[in-house]
C-alpha cells in the first residue's frame, strides 16, 4: 500500500497565500499525473491543477495566475502554492498520485479562507 499525506492547510485571509504539500510513503513507479483537488461544502470535488509527469500543467480556469503545481519526484511529493486567496478558495484540498492500475489520495487538508 501507498500512503499520501498532505499538509499545509489552515485559516488564512483574503489575498494571503499557503502552501500545500503531499508526500508519498514510498516511491511509486509509472506515475502519469499528480495533482489537487478540492471539495467546497456542499459542492462536488472539482480539479484544482494537475501535473503530467513530463511537465505538463492545467489548471482550473479559477486558480490559473494565482496557483502553481509543482513535485519533487525525486521524494514524490507533489506541491501547491496557493496565492491571492479567496474565500470561496475554501475547500477540502485532495492530493493525488496516479498511474496505469494505480489510483492514490490524500486525506486531505482543510483550507479556509477568511474575508
Known amino acids: 500500500q501507498v500512503q499520501l499525506v498532505g499538509s499545509g492547510g489552515g485559516l488564512v485571509q483574503a489575498g494571503g497565500s499557503l502552501r500545500l504539500s503531499c508526500a508519498a510513503s514510498r516511491s511509486i513507479f509509472s506515475i502519469n499525473v499528480m495533482g489537487w483537488y478540492r471539495q467546497a461544502p456542499g459542492k462536488q470535488r472539482e480539479l484544482v491543477a494537475v501535473?503530467?509527469?513530463?511537465?505538463?500543467?492545467n489548471y482550473a480556469d479559477s486558480v490559473k495566475g494565482r496557483f502553481t503545481i509543482s513535485t519533487d519526484n525525486a521524494k514524490n511529493t507533489v506541491y501547491l502554492q496557493m496565492n491571492s486567496l479567496k474565500p470561496e478558495g475554501t475547500a477540502v484540498y485532495y492530493c493525488?498520485?496516479?498511474?496505469?492500475?494505480?489510483?492514490?489520495w490524500g486525506q486531505g487538508t482543510q483550507v479556509t479562507v477568511s474575508s
Open positions: 501535473i503530467a509527469t513530463g511537465g505538463r500543467t
Open positions: 493525488n498520485i496516479a498511474g496505469y492500475g494505480f489510483d492514490y
